[in-house]
């Protein structure tokens, strides 16, 4: 990719999404006053269970995951902005508990924390696929409630992989089930699919192909018969290969920092040539002294820089493969007469740092890599509204299942129905634990903190704490953890912490938590 000049087409787009879905992701936003509404009924057996759905016809629900997609990406995607933000509601403090691929979607298949489904990690004994206990998961609470379920693309981290009985296996639930075989998942040519226990190998560009797989599942006959629920996962932003020429490991393979690139579409590369990061003031901050998560000796010299806008620029080509599938999605659902019908939720694993607080990647606490973008459109959602409520990947089994009118078998659920906020431009005040391991599977926790609405973030580590009052510091550039006048706020962070760093069930924050410091 060429850094020479902007493309007039990727500066186009960042012109006009300014006022649109990027506008609603502005730190800077200032929090509604906090109404309390009623909390999901936890039963005297202790066991959380969703909320059951009004009575009427239930709708189809489409969830669509990227993975890795900062909250400032949304800036490159026009069709989502005009087909969901427009006509949804965008959720712009919604956050991964344990941001970083497989526990994410773990609590997506379960409604629980990491600590509670037990994939705290990508790979190892304790990470990915091979540590989560499937049998009793959404799509079997759906499944048994009467839906079609459907899913495309990734699945968690090593799926597939141990042999080729494990290439074959579809998880319980699925009624149509096409998932992408790793290692492969991450070549964006050459991805293989698990079609309902047969592989096949693809040559399509996987974002392409994912697409085209889930329009066929749209466009089925079959979609007439009853409610589903389709799960489509996309790789992009993700890195992965073939490598390119100018990719950053392939210009300077001996550079001190090495920085992995995606694959864009090839109608999509070079898109953003010439065209710089947004400048934000926690981008390259100069003083990271307060950051005790490796918080010292991160410096950016100018080829470091220049590599890693040279990542940024792919990745936003990469989103544009996805926007126009979002657009052709959308398109299909109003053709066949389902849109009217179907919950459409967009959202992502966990987002990514790029240079925030001199960090690139993920499994932080910070902002970036906590909150991912997340709109929803669909029956009873405020239309063009920007809900600040706080949400978590965990609430949605909690919420998909309410809607269905479904129940888990055994499982205890940790998440909230969130769709009893849609229909509210007024915050309602929650708490969600945050929690990280190490990324091989260990046990050991690298932090575990808290988020407060969209007020504060804390978090315990090895070094010491974090604290950060988000109305005041958007950014995060201070920690106030040792400043004596956020001193009560420490101490009501340390107590929820220790509070719920282990919670299950009805013993989490299910309930809205007014809190006045």
Known sequence: MKLSRPHLGALSALAVLTATAVASY??????PESTPVPGVVAPETGVQRP?????????????ITVDDMSIDDLRSMPQVARELAANGATLTNTIAPTPICAPSRASMLTGQYAHNHGSLGVKGDHGGF??????????????RAGYDTLFVGKYLNGYGEGGRGARKYVPPGWTDWRGSVDPTTYRFFGTKLNINGKVRRFSRYNTDLFAAQATDMLRSKKRADKPWYLWLNYVAPHNGGPRDPDDPLATHPSHRRQIGTTVPAPR??????????PPKPSRFEADTSDKLDDGTGRTWDRTSRMLLTEAWQQRQESLRAIDQAVGEHVRVLRRTGQLHRTVIIFSSDNGFMMGEHNLTGKL???RESLQVPTIVRGPGVVRGANLTTLVS???????????ARARPVNRVLDGVDVSQYWGRTQATPRVVPIEAYTADGGRTRTYSGIRYADRYTYVALDQGEELYDLRADPYELENVAEDPD?????????????????CRGASCPVSPITYDG
Do not use: C
Request: proline share 7%.
């Open 26 to 31: 502005s730190p800077a936003a200032s929090e």
């Open 51 to 63: 909320v059951q759905a009004a009575a009427g016809k239930r709708p189809n629900v489409m969830m």
């Open 130 to 143: 091979q540590a989560l206990d499937d049998r009793d998961t959404l799509p079997v609470w759906l499944r």
């Open 268 to 277: 999509h590369r070079d898109l953003f040539a010439g065209v710089q990061m």
């Open 364 to 366: 932080r606490h910070y």
């Open 393 to 403: 990947t965990a609430d949605w089994p909690v919420t998909i299942a309410a809607l």
């Open 486 to 502: 956020y001193a009560p706020v420490l101490t009501q962070m340390r107590a929820w912490d220790e509070e719920f760093r282990d």
